[in-house]
C-alpha cells in the first residue's frame, strides 16, 4: 500500500520569497508522482507530474519539483511566490498498473502575505 | 474543450436517503475516477471506471456505488445516507491510453450536505 506524508499543513511566507512544499511517500512498487493545487471552491488542478527521465519537472508558472528515490520524497518549490499563489496544494503518487488511482496527502495551505 | 462538468453543484439531504451524482468527462476521455474530499480525512479514491467497467475501487462501503455509460459519463450513488457522507464528491477525467501515469483533469465538484 502507498502512503503519502505532506510535513507542513500550513506554509505562510511573504510575496517574492521562496517557498518550499514538502511531500514524502511510501511505497513497495514503482509510483508516479503528481502535485496539484485547489483554489477556494474549486477541483484540483495538475501543477506536475513525475513518471520518469528527469528527476527534475518543471510548470509553466514556476513550480518546480524533485523527484529523490533514495530519501522517497518529491519536495515542490518556487523561488518567488506570488499573492495569487495562495492555494491549498496536494502530492499524489499512483502506483504503476494501478489504473490512475491517486493517494493524496492531507494536503498544504499556502498563504502568500503581501 | 469544455472541462470536466458535474452535476448538481450543491446538494442537501436528510439522513436515510439516496443521492445520485453525475459527472460528464472531457470530449474523448475514457476513464473516470471519484473521489471524496472531507476536511477529516482529506481526498480519498472511491472508484475509477473505464469504457463502462469497473477497474478500481477504493476502501467504502457498498452504499457507494457508481457506474459508466457508453458516452463516458458517470453517475455515483450513495443509499442510506449518514451525515458522515457529508462531503465535496470530485470527479476526473483522463484518457487512460496508456493505462496509468495519465493526467487526471478534475471537476468542480458536488457539494453534498447530509442533515
Known amino acids: 500500500a502507498q502512503s503519502v506524508t505532506q510535513l507542513d499543513s500550513q506554509v505562510p511566507v511573504f510575496e517574492e520569497a521562496p517557498v518550499e512544499l514538502r511531500c514524502n511517500y511510501s511505497?513497495?512498487?514503482?509510483?508516479?508522482l503528481f502535485w496539484y493545487v485547489q483554489y477556494p471552491n474549486q477541483g484540483l488542478q495538475l501543477l506536475l507530474k513525475?513518471?520518469?527521465?528527469?528527476?527534475l519537472v518543471e510548470s509553466i508558472n514556476g513550480f518546480e519539483a524533485e523527484f529523490n528515490k533514495s530519501q522517497t520524497s518529491f519536495h515542490l518549490r518556487k523561488p518567488s511566490v506570488h499573492i495569487s499563489d495562495t492555494a491549498e496544494y496536494f502530492c499524489?503518487?499512483?502506483?504503476?498498473?494501478?489504473?490512475?488511482?491517486?493517494?493524496f496527502g492531507a494536503g498544504t495551505r499556502l498563504a502568500v502575505h503581501p | 474543450k469544455a472541462g470536466v462538468t458535474q452535476t448538481p453543484r450543491y446538494l442537501i439531504k436528510t439522513r436515510g436517503q439516496q443521492v445520485t451524482l453525475s459527472c460528464s468527462p472531457i470530449?474523448?476521455?475514457?476513464?473516470v475516477s471519484w473521489y471524496q474530499q472531507t476536511p477529516g480525512q482529506g481526498l480519498q479514491f472511491l472508484f475509477e471506471?473505464?469504457?463502462?467497467?469497473?477497474?478500481n475501487k477504493g476502501n467504502f462501503p457498498g452504499r457507494f456505488s457508481g457506474r459508466q455509460f457508453s458516452n463516458s459519463r458517470s453517475e455515483m450513488n450513495v443509499s442510506t445516507l449518514e451525515l458522515g457522507d457529508s462531503a465535496l464528491y470530485l470527479c476526473?477525467?483522463?484518457?487512460?491510453?496508456?493505462?496509468?501515469?495519465?493526467?487526471?483533469?478534475f471537476g468542480p465538484g458536488t457539494r453534498l450536505t447530509v442533515l
Open positions: 476526473a477525467s483522463s484518457f487512460a491510453l496508456a493505462g496509468d501515469g495519465d493526467t487526471q483533469y
Open positions: 511505497s513497495s512498487v514503482s509510483v508516479y
Open positions: 513525475y513518471l520518469s527521465g528527469s528527476t
Open positions: 499524489a503518487v499512483s502506483e504503476t498498473g494501478g489504473y490512475n488511482k491517486l493517494i
Open positions: 470530449s474523448g476521455h475514457r476513464s
Open positions: 471506471y473505464f469504457s463502462e467497467t469497473q477497474r
